[in-house]
């Protein structure tokens, strides 16, 4: 198989409209979606939809950007995906990409976010060089505010989600621009 990313523990490869039934399988369980859409799982044809997009944005940005299966790499189970794609609301803007992730719960607290992470900003600023990287989450899911904190990445802002409109629940964003995370990889050689 040709890999897009590879870690230690996980490889990345495209997702696709034939990962249907694993997306449903990891969007049908209500913790999985709690800090997505407060608990409510997605339908075949939210899935179905997605992937289209998905397909579009791999296609668009010549498979630079967008959503990635992973795989673990000792066992070759699929463990959930990560997206690496320009905001939704500057959809071209490859300067300033999002990174995110969903695992399964059984892949849940140990590290794999974080490896995954790390793995896609060193391909954003070394290969991409892209200017910015951030990641947003729901204020109340401190673990992925951990993750953020782990792999470098700065608050910069607490906010009311379009997606959470006429609510009290607030995103945070995290963010680390190219030069500070340059500054960083230095100081540890």
């Known amino acids: 198989m040709n890999w897009f ?3 230690k523990r996980m490889n ?3 997702l696709s ?6 997306i449903y399988d990891l969007d049908s369980d209500p913790e999985v979606m709690k800090y997505i859409t407060l608990g409510v799982t997605s339908t075949r044809e939210d899935i179905q939809i997605a992937l289209k997009k998905t397909e579009e944005l791999f296609q668009k ?13 000792y066992t070759s189970e699929f463990m959930g995906w990560f997206h690496f794609r320009p905001s939704k609301s500057d959809p071209d803007n ?17 590290g794999f976010a974080t490896e995954g992470s ?8 070394k290969n991409l060089k892209v200017s910015e990287i951030y990641a947003i989450a729901l204020k109340d899911h401190t673990s992925s505010m951990r993750v953020m ?5 700065k608050f910069v802002r607490e906010f009311i989600s379009p997606d959470f409109a006429g609510t009290t629940y607030l995103d945070v964003e995290y963010a680390i621009k190219r030069d500070d995370w340059l500054k960083v990889m230095k100081s540890n050689e």
């Open 118 to 125: 790390m793995a896609f900003i060193e391909y954003g600023f």
């Open 5 to 7: 990313l590879r870690t």
């Open 17 to 22: 409209l034939k990962d249907e039934d694993l």
């Open 12 to 14: 990345f490869r495209e």
């Open 61 to 73: 940005h010549e498979g630079r950007f967008g959503y990635w299966a992973v795989i673990d790499s």
């Open 94 to 110: 490859i300067q300033r990409i999002e990174l995110g992730y969903r695992f399964k719960k059984k892949f849940w607290g140990q």
């Open 149 to 153: 904190e782990k792999v470098g990445l």
